[in-house]
């Protein structure tokens, strides 16, 4: 499992960035498919670590990248760590425990923020996090990202940019 994506920070530079998937795209298993992590139960929330500006970006690059992202469950919708840090029960929605459990206490506590940062409340914003992650997993159907080159496009300090090519299809994603 690729944990490189833990590395980045919120004052992370593209060239940082650049250097984190490099050691791991250019050091993995000959033969093996790359995959991308930015969260997990043993590691705090992307959102917590470098804000949820960045986080949304490192998703959209994670989702782009050549290989498998995995989401840890939520980061779709930029949830933030709560008491048990990344160990939290689902938000759904802003009723009684985060629409997660009808028992009067679930096992671990909902974070303080459900109410407002829930499933219910990203799907009616069009341009929330979970309705970009909906169209980046429909975007990774592609076969210039299932399999394309990937090569980098401008980076320094505040850029990051990459496009991925395929038989004459080409996507281009930049960050900055």
């Known amino acids: 499992m690729n ?10 530079t593209g060239i940082d960035l650049q250097e984190i998937i490099d050691n791991w795209l250019k050091n ?8 991308f992590v930015l969260s997990s139960h043993d590691f705090p929330r992307v959102a917590s670590r470098v804000g949820s500006i960045l986080a949304s970006s490192l998703q959209i690059i994670m989702m782009l990248l050549p290989g498998i992202p995995i989401c840890y469950y939520g980061d779709e919708t930029k949830p933030s760590n709560s008491r048990d840090p990344m ?3 689902m938000q759904w929605n802003s009723g009684k425990n985060a629409g997660f459990s009808d028992f009067d ?21 069009p341009f929330s996090v979970l309705q970009n992650f909906k169209k980046l997993v429909k975007l990774r159907r592609e076969l210039s ?11 320094d300090v505040d850029i990051f940019s990459f496009y991925t090519f395929y038989d004459g299809s080409q996507m281009l994603f930049n960050s900055s």
């Open 3 to 12: 944990f490189q994506l833990y590395e980045v920070t919120s004052t992370s």
């Open 105 to 125: 206490i679930p096992w671990l506590p909902v974070n303080s923020n459900f109410k407002i940062q829930n499933v219910e409340v990203e799907k009616a914003d």
């Open 145 to 155: 990202i299932l399999y394309g080159t990937f090569e980098y496009a401008i980076l």
């Open 28 to 35: 993995m298993p000959m033969g093996k498919i790359p995959n």
């Open 87 to 89: 160990r939290t029960p």
